[in-house]
């Protein structure tokens, strides 16, 4: 065994492989969907994430004040790299036929067939948001696919890998989850 020094450049990725999320917003009857690999649990009842100032889904973040994050599974693949590297500002049909629905009571929409969702309401805070582009929510409500997610546990080492979250790393690849140790 030998340690190998890691350049900084890379660091991030030793504590990336985090399931990768879908951020998802709507305000004025307008939804959009960005892929999100910087995303944390915060507290138990809080997450943050980093999100681009360049992104449409921060517009809509900031004016409706709330959001969700949902856990993207093998299957959506193709989406999550669509919904990462295009644009609503340069593509604004991005959304077409991404099917979206709603939870009773919460006016944000979600991706269909993830693994999981939570809805969140904007933790304010501008020097945050302005300065290191980190937006805090507080989780509202959280749901997820009892396929892969039951009694509080995932179920990764019996679910087949269509259901198993995705972990970005880089450069296009991600790992799928699987053994419970
Ligand atoms: C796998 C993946 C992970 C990403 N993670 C983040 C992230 O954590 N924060 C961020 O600001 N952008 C991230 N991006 C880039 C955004 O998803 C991208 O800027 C997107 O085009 C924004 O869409 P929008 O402008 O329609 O909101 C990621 C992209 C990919 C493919």
New binding site residues.
């Given amino acids: 065994m030998s340690i190998i020094s890691v350049p900084l450049e890379k660091a991030y990725r030793l504590l990336n492989h985090g399931a ?2 879908i ?1 998802s917003a709507q305000s004025d009857e307008i939804k ?8 944390c649990p915060l507290d138990y009842d809080k997450v943050s ?4 100032s ?7 973040i900031e004016k409706s004040g709330y959001f969700s994050v949902q856990l993207p599974v093998f299957t959506q693949k193709d989406l ?2 669509h ?9 604004p049909n ?1 959304m077409d036929g991404i099917e979206m629905f709603y939870q009773d009571g919460f006016n944000v929409p979600l991706v269909k067939n993830c693994a999981a969702w939570l809805i969140c309401r904007l933790i304010d805070e501008q020097e945050m948001q302005q300065k290191y ?1 980190l937006f805090m929510g507080e989780i509202l409500s959280a749901w997820a696919d009892s396929r892969i997610f039951d009694g509080g546990h995932w179920l990764f080492e019996t679910a087949p890998d269509e259901l198993k979250t ?1 972990h ?1 790393i880089a450069g ?1 690849t ?1 790992y799928l989850d699987g053994k419970r140790v």
């Fill in positions: 990768t999320t951020i959009n969907a960005m892929s999100a690999s910087w995303v994430a980093v999100i681009n360049g992104a449409y889904t921060r517009k809509l999550l790299f919904l990462g590297e295009n644009s609503r500002f340069s593509m991005k582009d995705l970005y296009r991600c």
